[in-house]
């Protein structure tokens, strides 16, 4: 184990303890990573403080449930994540978008176009998306879950879910041409 990751380990068994200092020097250490996890979630930088506000909130109250074998990093992403789908769930899930799905069977979707932006452009152009699509893009393009474990997680259907991650692509190339990000 190196130095930094002793480090870790001791502030981490010191936040089981519930050791103040402890606490402020982990929410310091990560949260930045906590904030860009958020901040692709969310339309604002003040949504993303609000779920940052309450993954550190769930890190102290349930840092019991880490496990230490595993990357601390990898556990307070999902963390991150999950608080996220709440904040979702409790804020924007009633303003979910009503567009059918043959509303955005016009258009066709080459996803060698998102290669093309940079990562700040990409984030920049999925932050202007509706809550539900921007959902579906950041949990099936960035954190890797299928269409049955978002289904699960949101309380949609795997239709929704695919639906929306559809929509999403096709909305952010819509964006990318009213933007002139491409050419048509």
Known sequence: MSAGENRLA???EACRRQDRASQKELYQLFYSFALAV???????????REIVNDVFFRVFTKIDHYNAE???KAWLNKVAV??????????????????ELSDA???EVDNSLFSRLSADELRALVQQLPPAYRMAINLYAIEGYN?????????????T????LFKARAKLKQLMLQQEVIRR
């Open 10 to 12: 001791a502030i981490i």
């Open 38 to 48: 958020a901040m692709r979630y969310t339309a604002s930088a003040e949504e993303a």
């Open 70 to 72: 595993l990357p601390f």
């Open 82 to 99: 999950h608080s996220a789908i709440d904040y979702y769930r409790k804020y924007h899930s009633h303003t979910a978008p009503m567009a």
């Open 105 to 107: 069977m016009g258009v």
């Open 147 to 159: 269409h049955q474990e978002i289904a699960n997680m949101m309380g949609i259907t795997e239709g």
């Open 161 to 164: 879910s695919k639906s929306n």
